[in-house]
T-cell receptor
Framework: ETGVTQTPRHLVMGMTNKKSLKCEQH?????MYWYKQSAKKPLELMFV???????ENNSVPSRFSPECPNSSHLFLHLHTLQPEDSALYLC?????????????FGSGTRLTVV | EDKVVQSPLSLVVHEGDTVTLNCSYE??????LLWYKQEKKAPTFLFML????IEKKSGRLSSILDKKELFSILNITATQTGDSAVYLC???????????FGTGTSLTVIP
């Protein structure tokens, strides 16, 4: 375990479903991130939170909705997804907003949209 | 447009070989370059490089950054099957929380 825990590990959902991904970190980090990893593509930054405040939203469609209730928890709410949204979703945390000590990643949620 | 390019995309070597993985970048407001090892799912942090010409080492792994030519290399000596993974390079910008990742190099070490 890396100290960043993601649940569920696998998720299959229909295009009309609503589901949420959860990320929890026990490292005392101040910044948390959502990344999307698709096959043969670089990791894509989706959202960044510093001290619970969203500081980055990289043109992510509104069918992805993040929530950060506190510095230790991060959610990604999903609704009306498309098959092309199938990917590995990685959560990461870092000590400070510019990742001075690098990221710590969770194990990811493998999402399949059918 | 900011980008990070890794090469080769994949590599198969025998145990004991030495490999060199490459990462070149075109990123404005460069702050640092990071290497990660991704086995199965969670990428794990290897190195952070901020200064040119200073080699960072951890066991059989080492890395160096060239800020003039805009690239970094990751060397692995005496490879072992446990080194099989995808190695990711990421470049951090000074402006906000911007990390740009390459597509990774998939390394397979066969006995």
């Amino acid at each position: 375990e890396t100290g960043v825990t993601q649940t569920p590990r696998h998720l299959v959902m229909g295009m009309t479903n609503k589901k949420s991904l959860k990320c929890e970190q026990h490292l005392g980090h101040n910044a948390m991130y959502w990344y999307k990893q698709s096959a043969k593509k670089p990791l894509e930054l989706m959202f960044v939170y510093n001290f619970k405040e969203q500081t980055e939203n990289n043109s992510v469609p509104s069918r992805f909705s993040p929530e950060c209730p506190n510095s230790s928890h991060l959610f990604l709410h999903l609704h009306t997804l498309q098959p092309e949204d199938s990917a590995l979703y990685l959560c990461a945390s870092s000590q400070g907003p510019q990742g001075n000590y690098g990221y710590t990643f969770g194990s990811g949620t493998r999402l399949t949209v059918v | 447009e900011d980008k990070v390019v890794q090469s080769p995309l994949s590599l198969v070597v025998h145990e004991g070989d030495t490999v060199t993985l490459n990462c070149s970048y075109e990123v404005t407001n460069f702050r640092s370059l990071l290497w990660y090892k991704q086995e199965k799912k969670a990428p794990t942090f290897l190195f952070m490089l901020t200064s040119s010409g200073i080699e960072k080492k951890s066991g059989r792994l080492s890395s160096i950054l060239d800020k003039k030519e805009l690239f970094s290399i990751l060397n692995i000596t005496a490879t072992q099957t446990g080194d099989s993974a995808v190695y990711l390079c990421a470049v951090e910008k000074n402006t906000g929380n911007q990390f740009y990742f390459g597509t990774g190099t998939s390394l397979t070490v066969i006995p």
